[in-house]
């Protein structure tokens, strides 16, 4: 497709489980982004990926939140041990990647994370 | 660090009423100033922008205007549509690709 995309849509996971979240950016974008919106609060920056460069993970909240981006396109963000305050909506985006940033992000669905 | 602060909603309003939801920033350097939108059931999309220092964004109707000695970037609109109903998000990106999102106002138009 034209747009970013993510999977799963939904998931509905047991406390103390892993959980993986999938995002495909629009072909050809070089930076990509993971964020996440809880129940009534804005977006709360995740983690940024820039080509080969080593990524920024200076939003990640704790040990457990981690992410991968492979071969530059495709990333996962994996959630070890969920606890219920990781429920949220979690968003990814992309842009171009040019030089100097300041770009237009253009965002996915989100995936829906309950945690029980 | 880098941050934005906007409007607390819920802002209910009639059909053709004029909109504004304040948004102002802190910044270090010279950001660039974004206003996004997230419509009911659907993800967030950009809706207007400004690079620099007295740059007017426009799209739909709306209009943000970049003003570096209030460091604001207040959203408006002149006459508001049932459709126009949404969560509004003000956002910065200083010069990288980090984005700083405000808490979001929502929207509610009534005809």
């Given at each position: 497709g034209a747009g970013v995309s993510q999977s799963p849509s939904n998931k509905v996971t047991e406390k103390g489980k892993d959980v993986e979240l999938r995002c495909d950016p629009i072909s050809g974008h070089t930076a990509l982004y993971w964020y996440r919106q809880s129940l009534g609060q804005g977006l709360e920056f995740l983690i940024y990926f820039q080509g080969?460069?080593?990524?920024?993970?200076?939003?990640?909240?704790?040990?457990?939140?981690?992410?991968?981006?492979?071969?530059?396109?495709?990333?996962?963000?994996?959630?070890?041990?969920?606890?219920?305050?990781?429920?949220?909506?979690?968003?990814?985006?992309?842009?171009?990647?040019?030089?100097?940033?300041?770009?237009t992000q253009y965002f996915g669905p989100g995936t829906r994370l309950l945690v029980l | 660090g880098d941050s934005v602060?906007?409007?607390?909603?819920?802002?209910?309003?009639?059909?053709?009423?004029?909109?504004?939801?304040?948004?102002?920033?802190?910044?270090?350097?010279?950001?660039?100033?974004?206003?996004?939108?997230?419509y009911p059931g659907e993800g967030l999309q950009l809706l207007l922008k400004a690079t620099k220092a007295d740059d007017k964004g426009s799209n739909k109707g709306f209009e943000a205007t970049y003003r570096k000695e209030t460091t604001s970037f207040h959203l408006e609109k002149g006459s508001v549509q049932v459709s126009d109903s949404?969560?509004?998000?003000?956002?910065?990106?200083?010069?990288?690709?980090?984005?700083?999102?405000?808490?979001?106002?929502?929207?509610?138009?009534?005809?």
């Open positions: 080969n460069s080593a990524p920024d993970k200076s939003g990640l909240p704790s040990d457990r939140f981690s992410a991968e981006r492979t071969g530059g396109s495709v990333s996962t963000l994996t959630i070890q041990r969920t606890q219920q305050e990781d429920s949220a909506v979690y968003l990814c985006a992309s842009s171009i990647g040019l030089a100097g940033g300041q770009e | 602060t906007q409007m607390e909603g819920p802002v209910t309003l009639s059909e053709e009423a004029f909109l504004t939801i304040n948004c102002t920033y802190t910044a270090t350097g010279y950001p660039s100033l974004f206003w996004y939108v997230q949404a969560v509004y998000f003000c956002a910065l990106s200083p010069n990288n690709n980090d984005m700083r999102f405000g808490a979001g106002t929502r929207l509610t138009v009534k005809p």
